[in-house]
């Protein structure tokens, strides 16, 4: 199994619509995780950690599945603005690095 | 404001010559990275420094090299030896190493006359 897998997508959704991606990940003794938004031609951001109890903020939330090793992204009442690239991130347990996964794009139409 | 800048925000390289790209942080971080993004793909570490003076190769590290003289300046420098520069190239700064969030800058595109 690769590090972090990603769905590549695109995810074509309407407006209003609930969305979720998930991510898979190798190493079971990684700790922390995240979500990064990269719109196109410009740099990732953060967009919101991933804790163990999950973490929701506004329309978004995110899980983590230890078990399974995974992690997911809802979306719930999607905007046209959502329309980006979402990388998820993993860090090594015992690594000074970040590994990206190489994104799930989101096309949300009117 | 407090942040991360690149420059230039796009580059053309000749064959055959060292380009410089410039990263300044004012965010007082220790940590600082290097990645290259291809059209598709995810991001690659070139070279990260936790320190000043101190650096380490990343997964890509053949064909680049980087200087970590002050805190906040971590230069990349691509050079003659990197076969296939043409990339975007992403700088990155955060308080220390390890599974803490990164903070991009804008990012310089690279592209091979």
């Known amino acids: 199994r690769k590090e972090v897998e990603q769905d590549p997508g695109p995810f074509n959704v309407p407006e209003g619509a609930t969305v979720a991606f998930n991510c898979t990940y190798s190493?079971?003794?990684?700790?922390?995780f995240f979500w990064y938004r990269q719109d196109c031609r410009k740099e990732p951001k953060l967009l919101m950690s991933?804790?163990?109890s999950g973490n929701e903020d506004g329309r978004f939330t995110a899980q983590l599945n230890r078990a399974s090793q995974y992690i997911s992204l809802l979306i719930r009442d999607s905007k046209l603005s959502d329309s980006a690239t979402y990388l998820c991130v993993v860090p090594p347990w015992g690594y000074s690095t970040l590994t990206f996964g190489k994104g799930t794009m989101l096309l949300v139409s009117p | 404001d407090g942040g991360i800048t690149q420059s230039p925000k796009y580059l053309f390289r000749k064959e055959g010559q060292n380009v410089t790209l410039s990263c300044e942080q004012n965010?007082?971080?220790?940590?600082m990275y290097w990645y290259r993004q291809d059209p598709g793909q995810g991001l690659r570490l070139i070279y990260y420094s936790q320190i000043v003076n101190d650096f380490q190769k990343g997964d890509i590290a053949e064909g680049y090299s980087v200087s970590r003289e002050k805190k906040e300046s971590f230069p990349l420098t691509v050079t003659s030896a990197q076969k296939n520069p043409t990339a975007f190239y992403l700088c990155a700064s955060s308080p220390r190493t390890g599974g803490v969030t990164q903070y991009f800058g804008p990012g310089t595109r690279l592209l091979v006359l």
């Open positions: 190493n079971s003794a990684s700790q922390s």
């Open positions: 991933v804790y163990s």
């Open positions: 965010l007082n971080h220790d940590a």
